[in-house]
Every structure is written in structure tokens, then in C-alpha cells.
């Protein structure tokens, strides 16, 4: 958020008033550091010798963190007004959790939602509400504790891309958070060229195979079940090709597998026996692949070194998501490194040989896994880890993020970035205006926002849906994008007034206009008026003294000027 100053100067009151009365409430989170930062711009930029800013606020504790970084000149003195009746008893919708599965082929989502509660200790019964594309579905009554609770409804078909489903409460005295609203809509497949080696044919790719089939929120789609390296046409539509045990192809194939990464596709590179890849491609990937090594004769090494920053390897962060240090590593294939900003270790062994890394190439990614992914070098393939792995590795050589089922209120959305828009499942209204068609945004409160190529920003100041589509055409399906509020504004707590005052350096003065030293908003008006009179005889005593030395400069003048004529005279005399 940013501070607005909705009138800069305005010597009249009333117009001051008239503005202030079209302000309302918004649902954006409460942040004092923007419009206090604009006030210590505005006060320094004055040249008024009075300097006063009043604060109006209810003061919630959550807006105000002590680090924003204001000061306001010295002598400007702050007043507080606090509004509000106090803590409001609330209900609300805290989060919406869905679970996803596949029934004869159809998507299905079993929807969650946490509700929270403050205010009042005694259990208080609500209905919640299932809503789909705006239409009640299920109803749930709950009895709600003061701890919170959890509703489970039964599961829903999603046949449609931006279905709108929301989970509602009855309104009470903060209704901004009685709601919370996802989009959905049918999972979208990362499709996947599994290439085998002819030696092999597909029984060493066996165990990857599986694990890419078993779908999760984002399924895979494994296609290219072969040798061979897929033709363009059907390239331009896959997201990640995964080489298994096999050479890198020469010639034309790998010209055009290099050209398919640079522009954002996703190469996977399982050295195994046959692995490699010539000279010519040297600089399509992350190092040099050396000869086969067993590893602590034929015990087994472990993955020491984890680079859990990277998305790879993120999740496995948690110890409870899963444990690298159980799986053994027989056989691996030396692989040295090359030094570069575009060059990234993310694992290695315990002697520190690298076990994956990873080259960017463009747009794209490109990643070599050091051994096999199967249960002949290593017994990972059959440890908890092995599905979670291969899925974050599949998905993040895609470069593909989850679809983003709704937004916090206050984001700004560019719907001309292809690839966020892509990333936010609103691929279509990028899409569209990069074609110079229209889009019109029509608000959760009603409003019409147009959206051009001109008009390019959406900002998210509602919750609710913004449902965007071509002006004119309310038959057509709207690309709907889902807003909630913060859950944070519903906690009321206040802070004392006088921690923001003494933050930004400010000398205290109450609604009344009290000092800090408890004097009445008359002896504060008199304590300034006091003030300005110091200011002012300081300006007298000056101005006395410059009289008084033009004065004596008059007298010193007026000396040397007889002193002058009467030497003048005698000269002449004697002349």
C-alpha cells in the first residue's frame, strides 16, 4: 500500500471536509508507514513554521511493526484521535484446504475450511455454506468453540477451467473475512518425453515411469514412451524430456532439443552406463561426465549435501516430509562441474563427488542426476523419498508453478506478463491482449474496469471475483480471479498511541490537544503561541542589533569625514 494525499494545500476547511467524506473503508491491510512517510514529505517540504500532524485511527497493533523508517521534522508536534469501540466478536473463514483425486477420469475436490472465532468463550452455532459458480451447494451447521473448528463438505466435480468455489459464514460485525474464495479448475498436466535407451528399450526407466503416472495436485503426463527423441510438432507441446541411460543425440536431433531448452523447456539428463554428450554440446550442460566409480566398494554412499534453498529439494527441508540419509548410492558416474553464474550443485555424496547439478540455458533448465533411478546402483528408487523427488524434479525442470487459486487483497496484478498470467492459470487474458482484443474487468462490488493494452495493471482491492471478459459478450465464460482479505485485519488488538508519536519523533499532544505533560488544549495552543513568540524575539534582538550598528557606523562615518575637510584645509593654507 502507498499513502494518497487527497488534498495537498487547501486553505478552506470545508473543501478539506467535502473530500474526506467520500473516503470509505477498503479491505486493504492497515499499514501506517505509507501515509505517515507522506506526511514527513509534505512537513518537509513546508515552509510554515507551524508543523502538526493528526493521526485518526484505531490504532490495531498489526499495522504498526517500529521499523518503517519515519521521522518527522523537529518541533512537529503529533495529535492522536483513536476511533473504534474496542475488540468486535468475529467468526471467520480462515482457509479453504482441498483435496484432490480422479474419479472414472473426471477431477474431483473434497473441499475444508478452518474457521476461526474471537470473542465470547461459549460454543456459537453458524452455517456454513458451499457455493459453486455463485450457487449454495452444501450446508453445514457447526458448533463453533472459542479454539476454532473444522468443516469437511463432501466432494465436488470440477469440469470447467475458473470455476468460482466459495466457503461462507453469516455476516457479522467484520464481514470482510466471512468468506474465502478459490478458482479452480481442471488439473493441468506437465507432459513428459521419457526417453529410454535402445540398448535398454524401457525396462530401466521402469521405477521413473511409475512414479510420474502416480498424479498428485499437478499430474504428469508421460508420453514417448520409447528410444526415440520426440519430432518437433510434438516437442513444441512437452514440457520436460527426461534421457534415461542414453547419449545425448548428435546432428540435427540435438540441435533442436538445444533450442527447445534455451526456449524454456525442461532437459533431464540420468547418466547410467550410456550416458554422455559431445563436445559440440559442451555448453548445454553443467560440467563433463566422467567413467563409472563404485561407491565405498560396493557398501554404498549417501547424499551428504542437500541444497535445500533450491526448489529440487525445498520441501525436503521438514524431516517429517522425508529422509535422504536412508537411501544408498553403489554406482555413480564422475561428474566435474564447470565454474559459472548459470552452473548450481544440488546434491553430492559423502565424498563430496556431485550427485545432480544443474546448468540454465536460456529460458530453459537443464540437469544432470549422476547415477541411475532405478534399484541396480542405488535402492532410492524404493524409499519414501523416491515419488516426492522425482515429482519436484519433474516440475521444476518444467518451470511450471502451481495454478494460483486466489489472491491476497492489495495485489497488483500485470496481466500482460505472459508467463505469471500463465503461472495464475489466466493465460487467456495475456493471451488476449497480446492480440490487441479487450478485456473488461467487472469487480466483486460491481464496478467496470477496463482492461486494454493501454490499461494493463489489475489491482486486487476487493474480495471477492474480478471476472474478466470481452465487453459485450456476458454469454462467454469469464476468466475469474479469487481476492480475500488479510486474514491478520481481523485482530483488533490496539497499540498505545504513544509508541507510533515517540517513533517518528514527534512531540505528543492528545485529541484534546493536551501536551504530553498533561496541559489543556488551551495551555497547548498557549504553550505555542508562546513558542512562536520566542521565535519571534529572537528575530527583534537581531533587528535591534543591526539598527545599532548601522547607527555606529552612521557616528564612525561622520568622524573621518571632519577629520578629512580639516586636513584638507590646512593644505591648502600653506600652499
Do not use: C
Not at 455463485?134 to 463438505?153: D, H, I, K
Not at 561407491?295 to 529422509?323: I, S, T, Y
Not at 565454474?339 to 529460458?363: C, K, T, Y
Request: a negative charge; glycine letters at 14%; charged letters at 25%.
Amino acid at each position: 500500500q502507498s499513502g494518497t494525499a487527497v488534498v495537498r494545500s487547501e486553505p478552506d476547511p470545508r473543501r478539506v471536509l467535502a473530500v474526506l467524506d467520500t473516503l470509505r473503508p477498503g479491505a486493504l491491510a492497515t499499514r501506517y508507514g505509507p501515509g505517515l512517510k507522506l506526511a514527513q514529505t509534505i512537513l518537509e517540504d513546508s515552509g510554515l513554521p507551524g508543523r502538526e500532524v493528526v493521526v485518526v485511527s484505531d490504532f490495531q497493533r498489526a499495522g504498526w511493526n517500529g521499523g518503517e523508517g519515519v521521522a518527522f521534522p523537529e518541533g512537529t508536534r503529533v495529535r492522536t484521535v483513536v476511533v473504534g469501540e474496542g475488540p468486535v466478536a468475529n467468526h471467520a473463514v480462515a482457509e479453504v484446504v482441498l483435496t484432490r483425486d480422479q474419479v472414472e477420469g473426471r477431477a474431483r475436490v473434497t473441499p475444508a475450511a478452518r474457521l476461526t472465532r474471537t470473542g465470547g468463550e461459549a460454543p456459537l452455532e453458524v452455517e456454513a455454506v458451499l457455493e459453486l459458480d455463485g450457487r449454495p451447494l452444501q450446508t453445514r451447521t457447526v458448533s463453533l468453540p472459542a479454539e476454532g473448528a473444522r468443516v469437511v463438505f463432501e466432494p465436488v466435480n470440477v469440469t470447467a477451467r475458473h470455476t468460482r468455489l466459495t466457503v461462507r459464514l453469516p455476516a457479522d460485525g467484520l464481514p470482510l473475512d466471512d468468506a474465502h474464495h478459490r478458482v479452480l479448475g481442471p488439473e493441468r498436466a506437465t507432459r513428459v518425453a521419457l526417453v529410454g535407451s535402445p540398448a535398454r528399450g524401457t525396462a530401466g526407466d521402469l521405477y521413473l515411469r511409475r512414479a510420474l503416472e502416480i498424479g498428485d495436485r499437478e499430474p504428469f503426463e508421460v508420453v514417448g514412451r520409447g528410444v526415440a527423441i520426440p519430432p518437433a510438432a510434438e516437442l513444441a507441446g512437452t514440457h520436460v524430456v527426461i534421457l534415461y541411460d542414453r547419449p545425448f543425440p548428435g546432428g540435427d536431433e540435438g540441435i533442436r532439443l538445444r533450442s527447445w531448452a534455451a526456449g524454456g523447456g525442461g532437459l533431464v539428463l540420468v547418466a547410467g552406463d550410456r550416458g554422455r554428450w559431445g563436445e559440440e554440446f559442451r555448453d548445454l550442460f553443467p560440467g563433463v561426465l566422467g567413467g563409472v566409480e563404485d561407491r565405498e566398494g560396493g557398501v554404498g554412499e549417501r547424499l551428504a549435501q542437500l541444497d535445500f534453498d533450491h526448489p529440487v529439494f525445498e520441501l525436503f527441508r521438514d524431516p517429517r516430509q522425508g529422509d535422504f540419509a536412508s537411501a544408498r548410492f553403489y554406482r555413480a558416474r564422475a561428474l566435474r562441474v564447470e565454474a559459472g553464474d548459470s552452473v548450481r550443485v544440488l546434491a553430492r555424496f559423502d565424498d563430496g563427488s556431485v550427485a545432480l547439478a544443474e546448468r540454465r540455458v536460456g529460458a530453459g533448465r537443464v540437469l544432470v542426476w549422476s547415477s541411475t533411478l532405478d534399484a541396480f546402483w542405488t535402492d532410492l528408487a524404493l524409499k519414501p523419498v523416491f515419488l516426492p523427488f522425482v515429482h519436484a524434479l519433474a516440475r521444476y525442470a518444467s518451470g511450471r508453478n502451481p495454478a494460483v487459486e486466489s489472491f491476497a487483497a492489495g495485489t497488483v496484478l500485470d496481466v500482460t506478463a505472459v508467463e505469471v498470467m500463465e503461472a495464475a492459470g489466466l493465460g487467456e487474458v495475456a493471451e488476449a491482449l497480446a492480440a490487441a482484443g479487450e478485456r473488461v474487468a467487472l469487480t466483486p462490488s460491481g464496478g467496470t474496469l477496463p482492461l486494454d493494452a493501454g490499461r494493463h495493471f489489475l489491482a486486487l482491492e476487493e474480495p471477492g471475483y474480478y471476472l474478466l471478459r470481452p465487453p459485450g459478450e456476458d454469454g462467454v465464460r469469464p476468466v475469474a480471479v479469487g481476492v480475500n482479505a488479510e486474514l491478520g485485519e481481523a485482530d483488533l488488538t490496539p497499540m498505545d498511541p504513544r509508541e507510533l508519536v515517540a517513533a517518528v519523533g514527534g512531540a505528543v499532544t492528545d485529541a484534546a490537544g493536551a501536551t504530553a505533560g498533561g496541559a489543556t488544549g488551551e495551555g497547548a495552543l498557549r504553550l505555542r503561541r508562546e513558542d512562536q513568540e520566542r521565535r519571534q524575539s529572537l528575530w527583534r534582538f537581531l533587528l535591534m542589533g543591526a539598527l545599532g550598528l548601522l547607527v555606529l557606523e552612521s557616528i564612525i562615518s561622520n568622524r573621518l569625514g571632519r577629520r578629512g575637510a580639516t586636513g584638507g584645509w590646512h593644505a591648502k593654507a600653506t600652499g
